[in-house]
């Protein structure tokens, strides 16, 4: 079993800065494919950002392009999201997730977080 804890988010103003991380416990997780999704009020759960197990490879949502920037410290059994230029659309609550398979769809992941709440006020 794996445990995700996620913390980092708060509320922070159009174009700041925050960073997320996503803290593993129970087994290592450096051969898991970690992600991060986020749900709006009223929406369904969406894809953010994913990378590989090595750390190398990454894919992101076209709507955080160039402005968010996943990363993961295996060592630490850590993944981290840096959020940059946040605009009002951000706000949700940003899940952690692990999974076997590099995939953007959430029913690909085996273990989530609790979520942390991310809003960004204009």
């Known amino acids: 079993q794996v445990q995700l804890v996620e913390s980092g988010g708060g509320l922070v103003q159009a174009g700041g800065s925050l960073r997320l991380s996503c803290a593993a416990s129970?087994?290592?997780?450096?051969?898991?494919?970690m992600g991060w999704f986020r749900q709006a009020p009223g929406e369904g759960r969406v894809f953010v950002a994913i990378?590989?197990?090595?750390?190398?490879?990454?894919t992101y949502a076209d709507s955080v392009k160039g402005r968010f920037t996943i990363s993961r410290d295996n060592a630490k059994n850590t993944v981290y999201l840096q959020m940059n230029n946040l605009k009002p659309d951000d706000t949700a609550v940003y899940y952690c997730?692990?999974?076997?398979?590099?995939?953007?769809?959430?029913?690909?992941?085996?273990?989530w977080g609790q979520g942390t709440q991310v809003t960004v006020s204009s």
């Open positions: 990378i590989l197990w090595g750390g190398a490879t990454t």
């Open positions: 129970g087994r290592t997780v450096s051969d898991y494919t």
């Open positions: 997730a692990a999974g076997p398979y590099f995939r953007t769809y959430y029913s690909a992941y085996d273990y």
